[in-house]
């Protein structure tokens, strides 16, 4: 089995389980204010690595391209409030502009 | 239809809708990243949760391992368990009902649940089911939009798809930059994961700073 099926079906399945124990366990389990906290902290951490490792590498090789370009254009998106697909689209599309001019 | 119903049901829709629609983006991010059309779409069926979603996909996308993939994910997941305590004694339902309740357990439908709190239980209890079911029909058909169009493109980088996917990142990470903590945390994360990258195997720079989120977090 190839490892994208691994992680659709591993993913799905741990996706599950976590929305179901919430649904079941005593809510002491979960209240403690250190694991609230906690999980207000992942989030940030790994969606903040996951914005730095897709812009700027590729496999296991820094690099700098198109996509740097594509992701300062959603951070101006985002400074100006702009709602999330046109944050997606603006980068998609100033990135596409330079890939193209850059081929 | 009383007006606390017709108001419910207007926040759910209008949020069904609008989070439905980034369905696009990860369905295109997905096949853009070497998942199959059908995984894409089981994706957005099984584990329905947008952030771990684009979490898995980015990980292998990026050469890590099906393990790292799924445990990023799943540390993203979490949260759901926590909606879950505090949805469970509003819902009080047991048997496929729960089982059902806990699938649209999302940020969403806590949110709009949670916004309806002043209006009483029952509404809460509708916008929780209107929304978490509505985001999942349009989520789900967006999806494989966004994985078809991505499919038909061929050369992604020529569309920007490869900078749609660190966007979307963005996107999800922003709302919870609220203060100068969150900020700094933000930012050293990043540095940290783009520092490792090409010292530890693909994955790994990323789900370590979930370690570094825990040990801050029990400090703290």
């Not at chain 1, 389990?29 to 989030?43: F, G």
């Not at chain 2, 099984?46 to 445990?71: D, E, K, R």
């Not at chain 2, 930012?187 to 789900?207: D, K, Q, R, S, Y």
Request: aromatic share 8%; net charge positive; hydrophobic share 55%.
């Amino acid at each position: 089995m190839s490892a994208f099926w691994i992680a659709t079906i591993g993913t799905s399945v741990i996706a599950f389980a976590l929305k179901y124990s919430g649904h079941s366990v005593p809510e002491r389990w979960l209240s403690h204010p250190k694991i609230q906290r906690i999980n207000l902290l992942i989030p940030i951490a790994l969606l903040s690595a996951l914005v730095a490792v897709q812009t700027f590498s590729e496999k296991s090789q820094l690099m700098i391209d198109q996509r740097l370009v594509g992701l300062y254009v959603a951070i101006v998106a985002l400074v100006y409030k702009a709602p999330f697909p046109v944050v997606v689209i603006s980068s998609a599309v100033s990135s596409a502009v330079v890939y193209r001019l850059l081929k | 239809m009383s007006k606390v119903a017709s108001t419910t049901l207007r926040d759910s829709l209008s949020v069904s809708l609008t989070v439905g629609a980034y369905g696009v983006a990860f369905g295109a991010a997905a096949v853009a990243n070497g998942f199959s059309v059908l995984q894409s779409c089981l994706l957005s069926l099984l584990t329905f949760s947008g952030a771990s979603q684009f979490a898995v996909v980015g990980v292998l996308g990026a050469g890590g391992s099906a393990i790292s993939g799924i445990a990023t994910a799943s540390l993203l997941g979490v949260r759901n368990a926590l909606y879950g305590v505090i949805m469970a004694p509003r819902l009080k339902v047991k048997g496929l009902t729960r089982v059902v309740a806990a699938q649209i357990t999302i940020d969403e439908s806590t949110a709009v649940a949670l916004g309806q709190e002043t209006q009483g239980d029952e509404a809460m209890r509708k916008g929780f089911w209107y929304t978490g079911i509505g985001v999942f029909v349009f989520w789900n058909l967006f999806t494989l939009a966004g994985a078809l169009g991505a499919q038909a493109m061929g050369d992604i980088r020529a569309f920007g798809l490869d900078s749609a996917v660190p966007a979307a990142f963005l996107g999800l990470v922003w709302p919870r930059l609220t203060g100068n903590f969150e900020r700094s945390l933000a930012v050293g994360c990043a540095l940290f994961a783009i520092v490792m990258t090409p010292i530890l195997p693909a994955g790994l720079p990323i789900i370590a700073t979930a370690f570094i989120a825990i040990v801050i977090g029990l400090k703290r």
